[in-house]
Protein backbone atom coordinates (compact mmCIF):
# COMPACT_ATOMS: atom_id res chain seq x y z
CA UNK A 1 0.00 0.00 0.00
CA UNK A 2 0.96 3.64 -0.67
CA UNK A 3 -0.07 6.21 1.63
CA UNK A 4 -0.43 10.31 0.26
CA UNK A 5 -0.53 12.83 2.48
CA UNK A 6 -0.94 16.25 1.22
CA UNK A 7 -0.86 19.56 2.63
CA UNK A 8 -0.58 23.49 1.59
CA UNK A 9 -4.65 24.19 0.94
CA UNK A 10 -5.96 27.08 2.13
CA UNK A 11 -7.63 30.38 0.96
CA UNK A 12 -5.81 32.95 -0.91
CA UNK A 13 -7.24 35.96 -2.95
CA UNK A 14 -7.12 35.89 -6.91
CA UNK A 15 -3.60 36.92 -8.50
CA UNK A 16 -2.30 35.17 -5.32
CA UNK A 17 -0.02 32.20 -5.10
CA UNK A 18 -0.18 28.89 -3.31
CA UNK A 19 2.18 25.72 -2.94
CA UNK A 20 0.88 22.09 -2.44
CA UNK A 21 2.90 19.32 -1.47
CA UNK A 22 2.28 15.32 -1.37
CA UNK A 23 4.35 13.46 0.22
CA UNK A 24 4.41 9.33 -0.51
CA UNK A 25 4.91 7.09 2.15
CA UNK A 26 4.94 2.84 2.70
CA UNK A 27 5.50 0.75 -0.43
CA UNK A 28 7.02 3.44 -2.33
CA UNK A 29 9.74 1.19 -4.01
CA UNK A 30 8.76 1.13 -7.59
CA UNK A 31 6.22 4.41 -7.49
CA UNK A 32 5.79 5.66 -10.98
CA UNK A 33 3.40 8.71 -12.23
CA UNK A 34 2.23 10.96 -9.81
CA UNK A 35 -0.08 13.61 -10.06
CA UNK A 36 -2.38 16.30 -9.13
CA UNK A 37 -6.18 16.36 -9.90
CA UNK A 38 -9.36 18.33 -8.59
CA UNK A 39 -12.85 18.84 -8.12
CA UNK A 40 -15.16 21.54 -7.18
CA UNK A 41 -19.05 21.01 -5.81
CA UNK A 42 -20.68 19.86 -8.84
CA UNK A 43 -18.13 18.87 -11.52
CA UNK A 44 -15.93 16.17 -11.99
CA UNK A 45 -12.41 15.24 -10.85
CA UNK A 46 -10.01 16.97 -13.34
CA UNK A 47 -6.46 16.66 -13.96
CA UNK A 48 -4.37 19.38 -13.12
CA UNK A 49 -1.00 18.22 -13.58
CA UNK A 50 1.42 15.00 -13.96
CA UNK A 51 4.77 14.07 -13.73
CA UNK A 52 6.68 11.14 -14.84
CA UNK A 53 9.52 9.23 -12.74
CA UNK A 54 11.89 10.60 -15.58
CA UNK A 55 10.47 14.47 -15.26
CA UNK A 56 8.03 14.77 -18.32
CA UNK A 57 5.22 16.82 -17.47
CA UNK A 58 1.31 17.44 -18.97
CA UNK A 59 -1.33 20.25 -17.40
CA UNK A 60 -4.61 21.05 -17.89
CA UNK A 61 -4.69 23.90 -20.36
CA UNK A 62 -5.98 26.31 -18.20
CA UNK A 63 -3.29 25.78 -15.83
CA UNK A 64 -0.41 26.27 -17.91
CA UNK A 65 2.03 29.08 -17.44
CA UNK A 66 0.00 29.77 -14.16
CA UNK A 67 1.18 25.69 -12.29
CA UNK A 68 3.92 24.26 -11.99
CA UNK A 69 4.75 20.48 -10.76
CA UNK A 70 7.87 19.02 -9.61
CA UNK A 71 9.35 15.91 -7.76
CA UNK A 72 11.67 14.78 -5.77
CA UNK A 73 12.30 10.99 -6.35
CA UNK A 74 14.72 10.52 -3.06
CA UNK A 75 11.98 12.36 -0.90
CA UNK A 76 9.19 10.53 -2.72
CA UNK A 77 7.19 13.95 -2.80
CA UNK A 78 5.10 16.07 -5.43
CA UNK A 79 4.53 19.53 -5.66
CA UNK A 80 2.64 21.60 -7.14
CA UNK A 81 3.12 25.91 -7.08
CA UNK A 82 0.13 27.82 -7.81
CA UNK A 83 0.96 31.51 -9.15
CA UNK A 84 -1.84 33.70 -10.41
CA UNK A 85 -4.83 32.24 -8.86
CA UNK A 86 -7.95 32.55 -10.15
CA UNK A 87 -11.40 31.98 -8.02
CA UNK A 88 -11.92 29.20 -11.00
CA UNK A 89 -9.25 27.27 -9.66
CA UNK A 90 -11.15 26.42 -6.34
CA UNK A 91 -11.67 23.00 -5.13
CA UNK A 92 -10.27 20.20 -3.58
CA UNK A 93 -7.18 19.17 -4.78
CA UNK A 94 -5.77 15.47 -4.69
CA UNK A 95 -2.99 13.80 -4.95
CA UNK A 96 -2.43 10.65 -6.99
CA UNK A 97 0.41 8.42 -7.20
CA UNK A 98 0.63 5.05 -9.78
CA UNK A 99 2.71 1.46 -8.17
CA UNK A 100 3.01 -1.26 -10.62
CA UNK A 101 -0.16 -0.71 -12.57
CA UNK A 102 -2.43 0.42 -9.33
CA UNK A 103 -3.13 4.09 -8.48
CA UNK A 104 -3.69 5.50 -4.88
CA UNK A 105 -5.24 8.49 -3.91
CA UNK A 106 -4.81 11.09 -1.18
CA UNK A 107 -7.31 12.56 1.14
CA UNK A 108 -7.41 15.89 -0.76
CA UNK A 109 -6.95 19.39 0.11
CA UNK A 110 -9.19 22.46 -0.17
CA UNK A 111 -7.83 25.36 -2.26
CA UNK A 112 -9.92 28.66 -2.01
CA UNK A 113 -9.50 31.27 -4.23
CA UNK A 114 -11.67 34.75 -3.36
CA UNK A 115 -12.58 37.78 -5.82
Known amino acids: QVQLVESGGGLVQAGGSLRLSCAASGSIIGLGAMGWYRQAPGNQRELVAIITTGGTTNYQDSVKGRFTISRDNAKNTVLLQMNSLKPEDTATYYC?????????WGKGTLVTVSS
Open 96 to 104: KAARFGREY
